[in-house]
């Protein structure tokens, strides 16, 4: 099978990275796509849950769907240079991914030849573990910023840009290969839409979606049904993790002490103090206030990543740099923030705001128990604002 015509094997590098000049012309094409002075990353960013939005959930109609623990990115459908389909993921970094078009396919309604341009799909790239044992790529959507050159969509409500997505791209896309099954094999990955419920099926999720997923999942999601899409961090996006998986990317600074030998302490003689690489260093967290000067502007956090020797060791032997790397951390059982994986899809740490959204959800604790309790009046209020629409 050619290289270029079978799913991807990793979803962290998905394709080939633009670079300088083609990099700068696509980010510029988002841009004015979507009618933004900023070529930054468009995607809306969810808040973390807190005692609070279980008012909210009441208050408002909210769609909830399951949290994949994949790689976030928005799938670009446009063309290039000589008129041929080209697709792209863009990550957080805002990083582009070319996929080879002989990967993907996106026709038109009754047309299987046309295909999509200047089409922004909001989604997130997971592995899911087949019954046979086989790994199978797929992009699950959950929201549509701009569909065949046409922006307006980020302002209509989330209900209406699923619907445009379902109709315009996701039926034609499923009916093409109704018709021609062989060929689903052959593409980069498979498209699906995100299962969404109303706000109030907490326990369908917990019950029957959660424990029939074929890739991990690490909570929920929480969206307005009513609200525009919103670049940047999204007040109406509340990503619910049980309590003791809330976690935090901060930046890692790790400062190493400085001993100064004795006789026996001297390696080769050496009488000079001397940096000790070996033994565990003091390992300090640090949060993003946001950017400035040169670069982001970084404050130290209250408390230090606690690492034990055996963690050290274990550190040390993966030969990759540390220093300022961002780091997911949580908190144990004995309140010690502990590292739970390396974030490199991300350029910078969680912002000062989103580290006080997460430590309240950390302080609330709201458990799945919670969520359950709160489904029936969260039901009861949904129903009441239909009875008063109507």
């Given amino acids: 099978m050619n290289e270029n015509s079978q799913p991807i094997r990793d979803i962290a590098q998905p394709g080939i990275k633009a670079e300088q000049r083609l990099l700068r012309i696509l980010r510029d094409e988002i841009a004015k796509l979507l009618d933004r002075s900023s070529t930054g990353f468009p995607g809306a960013q969810p808040v973390s849950f807190s005692r609070r939005h279980l008012d909210e959930l009441r208050k408002e109609d909210y769609y909830v769907c399951e949290k994949?623990?994949?790689?976030?990115?928005?799938?670009?459908?446009t063309n290039d240079e000589n008129g041929n389909a080209a697709h792209y993921l863009i990550d957080r970094k805002n990083d582009f991914w070319w996929i080879h078009q002989r990967n993907l396919h996106f026709p038109l309604q009754n047309d299987n030849v046309s295909f999509h341009t200047g089409t922004l799909i909001d989604g997130e790239l997971v592995l899911d573990t087949m019954p046979d044992g086989r790994i199978q790529p797929k992009f699950l959507v959950f929201d549509l910023l701009a569909l065949d050159d046409k922006a307006d969509l980020i302002s209509k409500p989330l209900d209406k840009r699923l619907g445009y997505f379902k109709?315009?791209?996701?039926?034609?896309?499923?009916?093409?290969?109704?018709?021609?099954?062989?060929?689903?094999?052959?593409?980069?990955?498979?498209?699906?839409?995100?299962?969404?419920?109303?706000?109030?099926?907490?326990?369908?999720?917990?019950?029957?979606?959660?424990?029939?997923?074929?890739?991990?999942?690490?909570?929920?999601?929480?969206?307005?049904?009513?609200?525009?899409?919103?670049?940047?961090t999204d007040q109406h996006i509340v990503k619910w993790k049980p309590p003791h998986d809330n976690t935090v990317d901060f930046r890692l600074r790790l400062a190493f002490p400085t001993v100064t030998p004795n006789d026996d302490q001297a390696p080769d003689g050496q009488k000079d103090p001397f940096i000790d690489y070996d033994s565990v260093p003091d390992a300090r967290l640090f949060v993003f206030h946001g950017s400035g000067g040169d670069g982001g502007i970084y404050r130290e956090f209250s408390d230090p990543l606690y690492l034990t020797e055996a963690e050290w060791e274990e550190l040390k032997a993966l030969g990759d740099p540390l220093q300022d790397r961002v780091v997911e951390c949580a908190l144990d059982e004995e309140k010690r923030w502990r590292l739970y994986r390396f974030r490199d899809d991300k350029h910078e740490a969680n912002h000062s705001t989103t580290v006080f959204s997460v430590l309240d959800s950390i302080?609330?604790?709201?458990?799945?128990?919670?969520?359950l309790e709160a489904a029936r009046g969260i039901k009861d209020s949904w129903k009441m604002r239909q009875q008063q629409q109507r």
Avoid: W
């Avoid at 994949?68 to 459908?77: A, K, P, T, V, W």
């Avoid at 302080?363 to 969520?371: M, P, Q, S, Y």
């Fill in 68 to 77: 994949s623990d994949g790689i976030r990115y928005l799938l670009y459908l």
């Fill in 167 to 232: 109709e315009h791209v996701m039926r034609p896309y499923k009916k093409l290969f109704q018709e021609f099954p062989d060929e689903l094999q052959f593409q980069a990955f498979q498209v699906e839409m995100k299962e969404m419920q109303f706000s109030y099926g907490i326990e369908m999720m917990f019950r029957e979606v959660l424990p029939s997923l074929k890739h991990q999942n690490d909570g929920l999601i929480f969206t307005c049904r009513t609200s525009p899409y919103q670049f940047g």
């Fill in 363 to 371: 302080r609330d604790g709201i458990t799945e128990n919670d969520l």
